[in-house]
């Protein structure tokens, strides 16, 4: 596994580098890019330039390619779900693994999903490819961009958690009894050992299993 180099996309530079750490803490090289420079500019990205977003990711996978590296991890939920990643990986003929390719793997596991990510787009997008495998799965999402602002500035995990009442959200999950939650944004396992204070029910952080993915393809070689 040492010799394998692993290349990480994200949203901004904290959480390319948050990709990156992951992967380094694991035994994999890696090397980051992102594609925007703080949370407003790629959720804008998201939202509002999907087109954009796409060329700029097609030309870092250009220069990926050029370093002779086959994988990448896409270390963002909701740039997973704004550009066509599958798309991507067959026109560059480059393995990609994201957050959704996890959820797709596990949704047929679940009744009921709540997920917590950076924006609605990220929500919906999780939705489509949960209820693509299991249309009989509901899922509850909420998005709070702000979130993902404050974890960017250093803002400990227990203000953060206070100051936008995550105390509630994770009660309503209780309450209406989900399945599980999930952290819909690479971000947020910073904010999980607070979230599980206020949890009667499991929380998954979708990076463990990403990183099964690239395992169980080093396994093969």
């Known amino acids: 596994m040492d010799s394998m180099k692993v290349s990480v996309i994200a949203g901004t530079p904290i959480d390319t580098q948050m990709g990156v750490d992951f992967l380094i803490s ?7 890019y992102s594609v925007s420079s703080c949370p407003e500019e790629q959720s804008k990205f998201q939202i509002l330039s999907p087109f954009e977003l796409a060329d700029k990711i097609r030309k870092i996978i250009k220069k990926i390619k050029s370093e002779n590296i086959d994988t990448i991890l896409i270390y963002c939920n909701s740039l997973s779900a704004s550009v066509d990643m599958d798309k991507l990986s067959i026109e ?4 990609i693994i994201t957050p959704l390719s996890i959820y797709k793997k596990i949704a047929y596991n679940f009744k009921n999903i709540g997920v917590l990510t950076a924006n609605n787009k990220s929500s919906a997008g999780i ?11 509901n899922v509850i999402g909420i998005g709070i961009l702000p979130l993902v602002v404050d974890i960017e500035k250093g ?3 227990e203000k953060i958690v206070e100051k936008f009442s995550l105390r509630n959200v994770m009660e309503f999950y209780n309450s209406i ?9 690479t ?9 599980k204070k206020y949890s009667e029910i499991p929380i998954l952080d979708p990076a463990e299993l990403m990183y099964d993915m690239i395992y169980e393809k080093v396994e093969m070689l």
Request: charged content about 25%.
């Open 26 to 32: 694991k035994g994999i090289n890696a090397c980051g």
């Open 92 to 95: 560059e003929d480059i393995r």
């Open 127 to 137: 939705e489509k490819v949960v209820q693509s495998v299991n249309s009989d799965c």
């Open 155 to 157: 803002i400990s995990a």
């Open 177 to 185: 009894k989900v399945d599980v939650v999930i952290l819909g944004c």
């Open 187 to 195: 971000h947020f396992p910073y904010l999980y050992n607070e979230l």
